[in-house]
């Protein structure tokens, strides 16, 4: 049968007597309630779905899967509690401080002349940093945080590659600090725990969202250090902060919003996947375009940026690092460098999987034996 045209489509339409079918059959268009609803999860799986696996390839069956089921967590040992007493209590699990033992590992290897060459500076990770994670495959979970001897929280728990941007922005003592996008705080309060910060500034946008903060400072940080000058807590456009304190900091942390890959496929509160964020998901490479530049601008020349998602998205990962290193040189001439952090891939890889084809930067990726991440960092320095 030769195909129906689109005159030959209207003219059977006009035909059907609707009135035939039963009121029940029936589909009014006007009636918003029949129309379907796709929960905000499932958008942000068909999106994903089709973006990733273009952009993975084969590994993305194993990332979607890593994604959808519970995600590890590692307990991060708050240094104004008893520590000492802490990590004990958290060795006594058969959990493992990640960090130390890769740090120690590795300047065993460097001893006994295994490694290449002497790291240069910027390889030093942040000190003072105890984050405890249960071995590869050893999905056992911490008990809740509970309040120390010392009034404070004894360990506080995270996604342990959340970490890794904090240990790449290699604080030394003395530092001038800025966390652009500090919310809900967890970053903020390792920052802390570095004890390097002469000053922290954290900022965020949301007001909800630094109530949050506060909060976690509240139960973690003892008042002497809240209520001082070394820590300032604001709510101001981050895309703003060039202007405002340009030329200011020695290390700029830039935690952008993002689609936030994990929470997308697990929450629909407040999740950016729904259908009235459209607008808002689409133009976040801009949003986060505009907070790295304004962070790289209010960093001392000299001085070092850690840009950082927890997205799988190059979209919001290495294309904003390129373009807003773009946009400095510019239109302000200033010269910015992005800095090699191939060894932190092999500094932690026994604890996280890594994406090795990163344009710039490093990328862990969801694995089911070290379901951690997503978490995309960029180190950069400003020269000029």
């Known amino acids: 049968m030769a195909a129906l045209t689109l005159r030959g489509v209207r003219e059977l339409l006009k035909r059907v007597d609707f009135a035939t079918v039963p009121r029940r059959h029936r589909h009014k268009k006007k009636w918003a309630a029949t129309e379907p609803k796709f929960p905000a999860v499932r958008l942000a799986l068909q999106y ?23 995600q590890k967590y590692g307990a991060l040992v708050n240094n104004f ?65 509970r309040p120390g001897s010392l009034g404070v929280m004894d360990y506080y728990l995270m996604d342990a590659a959340s970490l890794l941007p904090v240990l790449a922005l290699g604080l030394q003592p003395g530092d001038i600090v800025l966390d652009l996008c500090a919310a809900p705080g967890g970053k903020t309060l390792a920052l802390l725990q570095t004890g390097c910060c002469r000053n922290l500034a954290a900022n965020d946008l949301s007001t909800s969202r630094i109530a949050r903060l506060q909060k976690i400072l509240h139960s973690y940080v003892p008042q002497e250090i809240r209520d001082g000058n070394r820590v300032r ?121 890594f994406f090795s084809s990163c344009q710039v930067g490093e990328l862990v990726i969801p694995n089911l034996m070290a379901n951690f991440g997503p978490m995309y960092f960029c180190k950069m320095h400003r020269l000029t």
């Open 48 to 70: 994903f779905d089709m973006t990733y696996s273009v952009q993975f390839g084969d590994l993305w069956p194993s990332i979607r899967v890593s994604l959808l089921s519970e």
């Open 81 to 145: 509690a008893a520590w000492d007493h802490v990590s004990a209590k958290l060795e006594q699990l058969s959990a493992k401080d990640f960090v130390n033992e890769a740090i120690s590992h590795w300047e065993l290897q460097s001893e006994g002349g295994k490694s290449a060459a002497p790291s240069p500076a910027s390889w030093a990770c942040s000190p003072n940093l105890r984050c405890f994670t249960f071995a590869r495959g050893d999905v056992s979970r911490f008990p809740p945080a």
């Open 233 to 353: 807590v604001t709510s101001w456009d981050g895309r703003k902060w060039g202007e405002l304190e340009g030329d200011t900091y020695d290390r700029v942390l830039v935690d952008v919003p993002c689609t936030t890959d994990r929470h997308s496929l697990h929450e629909e509160e407040n999740n950016i996947f729904k259908r009235s964020r459209k607008k808002e998901r689409q133009i976040l490479p801009v949003l986060q375009m505009q907070l790295l530049a304004a962070g790289l601008l209010a960093t001392k020349p000299g001085g070092h940026v850690v840009y950082s998602t927890c997205s799988l998205s190059h979209l919001q990962n290495e294309y904003v690092v390129q373009g807003a290193i773009e946009l400095l040189a510019n239109q302000y001439s200033i010269q910015v460098q992005v800095e090699d952090l191939t060894h932190f891939r092999r500094l932690f890889m026994d604890t996280f999987c």
